[in-house]
């Protein structure tokens, strides 16, 4: 049950006194309550509280304790100490000096209220008002968006270490639920396998052991689920998320059972989006990118970027390792609406930008999504002596397509690609191409004609002007402002640890992630009011002799 509402709780009188004397500037806290006032209400956690009971906490307090808990690095049991003891605490949160504070475990609670009551975007978006209410951030103005890996919390495991710890996690499940009926069924090597945590050195390490050893622990998962599924099992186990796990990993990794025990081949496994990585974490996936590889989750970090203002995180969007940067740009924009906070420009490197990605964010959002498009990857564009796409003569109307010989297209078949996206496939005669003189510099085919694959008329446009602008110097002077999200990433991995999950479970992960942009929009806010400057790009002690 919710404490009596009040709108704005006064700070004690003494506690500010006291908190002035010991902190005669102000500190980050004492500064953000003079600046943001208590930023939370208890009516915005209202949905997630029960009307009847004995009145709780303030949740606006355990809100803002949650935000200066991720400032200032804390556990929970840390920072329940900081609100029984430290003054700059007590004055943030409105609290007698003589306060004994709450127990640890509370935060736990709470954030778990947050995740239950899907609540979680309530801890940046109270902020983000504030900051529109100050006029220290503007909609419609420019914003930036980058990603970067978050390991999960849990250890990272080959396949044959995933499949064998699966099982052991699923008997151990097993053991506490029906130990009776599990020390009936276990055969003696079982406790030799599973007894302990499973670890790559003590797996055999030839290709045609380690393939007889996955089939034996195939074979023992078969035979557990056989019986935990028949009659005379108890029901309840069937119910353990467990044994659900078990099932679904054996599902993904193993045929069906024959007489032979067999791995799925690669070709027959799920993609990595589907694939499970560890017992421990089922919503952890792997992901890749350029030479990065890690087991985890994707977030993504929008953060404004106007001049004479603080740069500040707009938006937050955890997604799964494998997906990619392409797929979550319609779902920034569409949560950016839905906070009334869309930039007019959205300047993004090329993992976020396509065509139909900048058609659909104008025509939708009124947003100009601002980033290079891929250049013409062909290699007759890239020999620079070929005839690539640029030196045929498109006539959209009369649906024809004229080559440099002035052969005319003998197809014209519209079409889609891979995403999904409007195509369209252009064929020429095979007798026209064969005679061709210049045959070796246009298609590298012997048997069929040359054959082009274009966009709509209003995707190829846009096209053709975005890798034409993308050369220019102006092109360069706008783009160079995306760099700072950078420096966002990197001060959000190494001063607020956002690196590697504090939770498990893709929901803990996203709550983790909007609390820690809150954390970095508190700490620039409050720089900002002091009047410290920007920092300024560095430079290595080498770099700086280089002349002018």
């Not at 557990?224 to 009659?231: D, H, N």
């Amino acid at each position: 049950m919710l404490p009596k509402p009040t709108l704005i709780t006064p700070i004690p009188e003494l506690t500010i006194r006291v908190a002035q004397a010991a902190f005669p500037k102000g500190n980050t806290f004492m500064l953000m309550r003079d600046a943001l006032g208590t930023i939370f209400t208890d009516g915005d956690f209202a949905e997630l509280f029960p009307d009847r009971g004995q009145p709780g906490l303030s949740p606006w307090r355990l809100a803002l304790v949650t935000i200066m808990q991720f400032v200032a690095g804390l556990s929970d049991r840390q920072a329940a100490e900081a609100v029984r003891s430290r003054i700059d605490w007590k004055y943030a949160l409105s609290l007698e000096l003589t306060d004994p504070g709450f127990d640890f475990s509370v935060l736990c609670e709470f954030r778990q209220r947050l995740i239950d009551g899907s609540a979680q975007e309530i801890i940046l978006n109270k902020l983000l008002y504030k900051c529109q209410e100050l006029s220290l951030l503007k909609p419609r103005g420019r914003q930036r968006t980058d990603s970067t890996n978050i390991l999960a919390a849990i250890r990272d495991l080959g396949r044959l270490e995933c499949i064998t710890e699966t099982l052991r996690y699923a008997l151990n499940a097993v053991a506490k639920v029906a130990p009776t009926w599990l020390t009936n069924l276990a055969s003696p090597a079982w406790y030799e396998r599973y007894s302990k945590r499973v670890e790559e050195s003590h797996l055999p390490r030839k290709p045609m052991e380690r393939e007889e050893f996955a089939a034996e622990v195939g074979a023992d998962g078969f035979k557990l689920m056989e019986a935990i599924y028949s009659s005379k099992a108890p029901p309840r186990l069937r119910q353990l998320s467990e044994v659900q796990t078990l099932r679904q990993l054996w599902l993904q990794q193993f045929y069906a059972p024959e007489s032979t025990i067999r791995l799925r081949s690669q070709e027959d496994r799920p993609p990595c989006v589907q694939q499970i990585r560890s017992p421990y974490d089922m919503e952890a996936r792997y992901g890749t990118k350029r030479t990065t590889h890690w087991t985890g989750y994707k977030v993504h970090l929008s953060e404004s970027c106007d001049e004479n203002a603080p740069r500040l995180i707009t938006h937050v969007e955890t997604t799964d390792a494998p997906v990619g940067d392409q797929l979550a740009t319609p779902i920034i924009h569409q949560a950016l609406q839905n906070k009334e906070l869309l930039p007019q420009q959205h300047l993004v490197d090329a993992g976020y930008t396509s065509v139909s990605l900048m058609v659909s964010a104008q025509q939708e959002y009124e947003v100009e999504l601002f980033g290079p498009v891929p250049n013409n990857h062909h290699w007759q564009a890239l020999a620079e002596q070929g005839f690539d796409t640029n030196n045929f003569n498109i006539d959209w109307e009369n649906k024809v397509v004229y080559c440099p010989q002035g052969k005319t297209s003998q197809r014209w078949k519209p079409s889609h690609d891979t995403n999904g996206n409007s195509t369209i496939y252009i064929a020429f005669a095979q007798k026209d191409c064969q005679v061709c003189p210049v045959r070796d510099q246009c298609t590298r085919s012997l048997k069929t004609g040359r054959s082009l694959t274009l966009r709509t008329q209003s995707d190829w446009q846009v096209l053709q002007q975005a890798r034409a602008y993308q050369q220019t110097d102006e092109f360069q002077a706008i783009f160079a402002h995306r760099a700072g999200i950078e420096g966002t990433i990197s001060q959000a991995v190494r001063a607020f640890e956002l690196r590697r999950c504090r939770y498990i479970g893709l929901k803990k992960t996203t709550l983790q992630h909007i609390i820690t942009a809150a954390a970095i929009n508190v700490v620039r806010l409050t720089a900002w009011l002091r009047g410290e400057p920007l920092a300024q790009t560095r430079k290595s002690s080498f770099a700086q002799l280089a002349p002018d």
